[in-house]
Every structure is written in structure tokens, then in C-alpha cells.
């Protein structure tokens, strides 16, 4: 997708938010090297409640490698990651039901199932029947069955999705793949929403109705972190922006802050970063496309 550092003079819709109540996401010093390739170098970053942050940078800056561990997917070489004042565990599964979800740049989906079986997958986190309640399908399993059915299809009416429960998820256009995926994340009801690239590949309706989601998805209590190269997207929906380069963040600010940076214009232009520490060339990881 090309990006466009301009954007329209229009309202957007973050101008007259308050201040965030307190952090919720932490994020100290993050640091990750794979050997002698230095993906993400010393970042900071901070997320409050009720905020919609953004995270952009060009190609292997190490975007989804920061994501990756935020969200238990990579031990930190260095630093470290708190919600809610407690540091994670790097483990995905105690990173979910500590209450953040995410979604990936590439879709993962259980392509064989249906629409409504991946969202009740996203479920499993916030259920406490074990492997006895489901052979003995007692009372109390069918109850809670029946609890997530219902959340789930909530999570799909919310999304556009409850008329399409029933189909396989490989059958859905790709707008309607994206938001299942969000579906998904949202049936572990998490405080903080991670979004890597949620409108890659969209036109521009697309970008707009999923600009809409992600409003309502705040609006629900639950804050978003971002990554995302359309610049129009990303400036009318976030409250603060970080640009990543080289593995470094080198601003953060407002819309204006960050669209007059000189440093952010010369990374987009694809001059090198002056100063730079990390070395020419090592700065993605190996799956890292961001």
C-alpha cells in the first residue's frame, strides 16, 4: 500500500478526547536481538485506558517483532512489559488471559471451520470447564456452552458477521476475513487490542467501515495499539502516534508532531537514519515484514 504522509483538514474523530484515567500497557526498554541482528532497540512505549495508540514505521522496522513481544510470541533480549502494573509472562496463552488479544498481518483463521467456531475458539481463555466437564457434558458444561454461543454471536452481530455464522471462514471475502479475526480476539474480552495492519489490502469503503470499528471497539472499553501504513487511517484514528525506524523509536506525538518530524519524513523518503546504532541491514527479524 503506498504511503501518503498528507492527510484532509477534516474533524477527526480523536480531537476532543480527554486524557487517559492511568496506563494500562507499560512498556519499558524493550529490546530484541536474534544473535547479532537487533530488531527492536530500547523502546518505551505507553497505553491508557480509553486510547487509541499507533505504531507505524516503513518496512523492517520491527514493528511485528515489537508486537511479538507484547504479546508473549518473543522473550525480550532486554526489558520489560507490564499490564495493569504486573510485568507478563512470555507465554501467549498467560499474555491472553491477562486481557490482551491481538490479530495478525498475515489472517489466521481455521480456514475449515465455520465462522462461528472460530469465534468460539477465541472463548476458550475465559472458560473453566476442564477435560471432565466436557465427557461428563454435565449441567454446568451445557450452561457455559450455551454462554459462549451467545457471546460469540453477540462478538459476530457487533462485527456485521451473525447472518454468515454458519459459513466456512475460507469462504468469506477478505474484508469479512479481517473482521473475524478481530471477532475472534474480542471473544477473549480483552482490555487492550493489538492490530497489526488491520486494513492491509482493503479499498477504501473497507478502510472506512473498519476505521468505524475500531472506534466502537473503544468505545466498548477496550483501548487499541495499532500498526498500520495507511497514514490518513492511522492519523484520524489515534490519539498519539509512534514511528519506529531501524528498531528505534525516534518520535511520538500527535498527528501534527509526528508529520513535521524531519527524521519521519527522511525514513519515509528511504534516507538512512543519521546516528543510527543499529548496523546497516540487521535490523528486521527473520520473519519480520514490517
Known amino acids: 500500500m503506498t504511503t ?12 476532543d478526547r480527554p486524557a487517559p484515567a492511568r496506563p494500562l500497557l507499560e512498556v519499558a526498554g524493550v529490546t530484541m536481538r536474534f544473535g547479532g541482528l ?16 499507533g505504531l507505524i514505521g ?27 502494573g504486573t ?18 498481518q498475515n489472517i489466521r483463521l481455521f480456514a475449515n471451520m465455520t465462522v462461528l467456531e472460530n469465534v468460539l475458539v477465541g472463548r476458550h481463555s475465559r472458560t473453566r470447564e476442564g ?16 454462554e459462549s454461543r451467545e457471546r460469540a454471536m453477540e462478538l459476530l452481530a457487533f462485527t456485521g458477521l451473525a447472518e454468515k455464522a454458519d459459513h466456512l471462514a475460507r469462504n468469506l471475502p477478505y474484508g469479512e476475513q479481517r473482521k473475524l479475526e ?27 467501515a473498519a476505521e468505524e ?35 528505534q523509536k525516534i518520535v511520538e506525538g500527535d498527528r501534527e508532531t ?5 527524521r519521519v519524513i527522511t525514513a519515509y523518503l528511504g534516507a538512512p537514519l543519521e546516528g543510527a546504532t543499529a548496523a546497516e541491514g540487521t535490523t528486521a527479524a527473520p520473519e519480520d515484514t514490517q
Do not use: W
Open 38 to 53: 537487533t530488531a527492536v532497540n530500547n523502546v518505551s512505549l505507553t497505553v491508557g485506558e480509553g486510547e487509541i495508540i
Open 131 to 146: 477435560l471432565f466437564a466436557a465427557i461428563l457434558r454435565g449441567p454446568s458444561y451445557h450452561r457455559a456452552e450455551a
Open 213 to 247: 470499528l475500531v472506534f466502537a471497539i473503544r468505545d466498548r472499553g477496550v483501548s487499541i495499539l495499532v500498526i498500520e501504513h495507511d497514514m490518513r487511517f492511522i492519523f484520524n484514528l489515534c490519539d498519539r502516534t509512534a514511528v519506529l525506524v531501524q528498531g
Open 87 to 104: 510485568v507478563l509472562p512470555p507465554k501467549p496463552h498467560l499474555v491472553t488471559q491477562a486481557g490482551i488479544a491481538r490479530t495478525f
Open 182 to 208: 478481530i471477532a475472534r480476539a474480542l471473544a477473549s474480552d480483552p482490555g487492550l487490542l493489538l492490530l497489526d495492519e488491520p486494513t492491509a489490502g482493503m479499498n477504501p469503503q473497507e478502510t472506512r
Open 4 to 15: 501518503q504522509m498528507t492527510t484532509s483538514n477534516a474533524p477527526t474523530a480523536v480531537t
Open 258 to 262: 509526528v508529520q513535521n518530524d524531519e
Open 58 to 84: 516503513p518496512n523492517g522496522a520491527g514493528k511485528t517483532t515489537f508486537f511479538n513481544c507484547l504479546t508473549g510470541l518473543y522473550v525480550p533480549t532486554e526489558g520489560k512489559v507490564a499490564y495493569k
